[in-house]
């Protein structure tokens, strides 16, 4: 079945190496820690409003500097790691990894009190707190998520690309390493902008259970790079003439295209909430819907569709399936039906959540002003 898949290199690993893939995660969760405890950090008042004070949440944000010390670190191999041990070892990873984060979930469901009503294993699945937070703030565990797993995200992928390299040298397909461009980019932006996320929908909704567990450390850390591991064993495509041009120029072009959507809708938002009567980007006029206290934005990116958001990921998971040049391995478009499939479903439980949110009245009225989902004029 291994061999049938293509991922029987995943899984030669000797005895002790695969003991220590599967302590991998906890090593990297211990670091990452320490890390993000003691090294300085900017303290940030964000979107969410904490109970006990009345005032905004409190956050420290020091991913970009966790980011660019672990990638240094990594890259001059200064744990004496080699620099293609998270990607051969990332099976075994993926086990350990979820076993530590079942134990952390099952912690934050039996410390938390009891939602009446709540059936326990959708407790256990969602949680039952929006925040755990320790030291007065200084650390906070969804904070704590994204710079892990984004962090982790960007050195399994450069990690597969050294694999990669060492495997077929100048037989190499180009379009891996850009693929590990793609995501030290994109997460690389993500901490630049570390802030927005303090205005996101994972921030000020979600709760704390082993969804948010296993998904924040482990799946965006580890799984997200799941094309690459049916796709490292395979050399360069051979195209060649204008089909190589359109391929290696086109598919970063569909990259950043996606990015610009995803990032300017976020960005856009971001501003709205902190400042709403000013333009972004000095040129959109911020037009909304007052709902109470509430305003629905209706202009620029949000006036297109309600969530044009995740078509600037559905656009980013595409060049992603293209750019390996395998384009009928099922392997490339893992990441792309999974990003497809969760927006495509999140969206619904998003609008549900705003028609409570806003009211059906105003809701309606956003509805009919902005038709469209999350992509205009298709759905």
């Known amino acids: 079945m291994i061999e049938w898949l293509g991922i029987s290199h995943l899984f030669e690993l000797t005895g002790t190496e695969a003991v220590m893939g599967f302590l991998t995660p906890l090593i990297v969760f211990i670091v990452f820690f320490l890390a993000q405890l003691i090294l300085p950090a900017r303290q940030i008042p964000g979107y ?7 005032e905004p949440r409190n956050y420290r944000l020091n991913g970009l500097l966790v980011y660019v010390l672990a990638v240094l670190v990594w890259a001059f191999e200064l744990t004496g790691m080699p620099h293609d041990w998270f990607y051969r070892s990332s099976v075994y990873a993926v086990v350990g990894g979820t076993v530590l984060t079942t134990i952390f979930s099952l912690v934050a469901f039996f410390s938390q009190p009891a939602n009446e009503g709540q059936h326990p294993w959708l407790a256990f699945w969602d949680g039952r707190s929006q925040e755990i937070a320790f030291f007065n703030e200084r650390f906070d565990i969804k904070m704590y998520f994204y710079v892990v797993g984004g962090t982790m995200l960007a050195l399994n992928a450069l990690s597969g690309a050294v694999y990669h390299y060492e495997r077929f040298g ?16 994109y997460v690389l932006d993500y901490f630049i902008f570390e802030r927005v996320q303090l205005y996101t929908y994972d921030l000020i909704h979600e709760n704390l259970g082993f969804k948010l567990f296993w998904g924040g450390l482990i799946v965006y850390g ?3 790079i799941l094309p690459l591991w049916g796709m490292a064993v ?10 190589r041009y ?6 970063p072009a569909l990259f950043l295209f996606g990015w610009i959507i ?7 938002k971001y501003t709205f909430k902190r400042w709403p009567d000013r333009k972004f980007l000095g040129l959109i006029e911020p037009e909304y819907i007052e709902a109470g206290d509430r305003k629905i934005l209706t202009s620029g990116f949000w006036g297109l569709a309600r969530h044009l958001n995740y078509m600037g990921e559905g656009f980013l998971s595409l060049s992603i399936a ?12 893992t990441y792309f039906v999974f990003i497809v499939s969760l927006f495509t479903f999140r969206q619904r439980f998003d609008e549900n959540q705003c028609l409570e949110k806003y009211g059906p009245e105003k809701w309606m009225e956003y509805q009919e002003k902005v038709k469209y989902r999350i992509c205009p004029w298709i759905y």
């Open 246 to 251: 359109v391929w290696l120029i086109g598919t």
């Open 262 to 268: 995803s990032r300017g809708a976020n960005l856009q």
């Open 322 to 333: 293209l750019i390996f040049g395998h384009f009928t391995n099922l392997w490339a478009w």
């Open 170 to 185: 100048d037989d190499s397909n180009p379009g891996v390493f850009i693929y590990a461009g793609f995501f030290t980019f």
């Open 48 to 54: 969410v409003i904490n109970p006990e004070t009345g």
């Open 234 to 243: 395979h050399p360069d495509p051979g195209f060649s003439g204008a089909g």
């Open 222 to 224: 580890w799984m997200f």
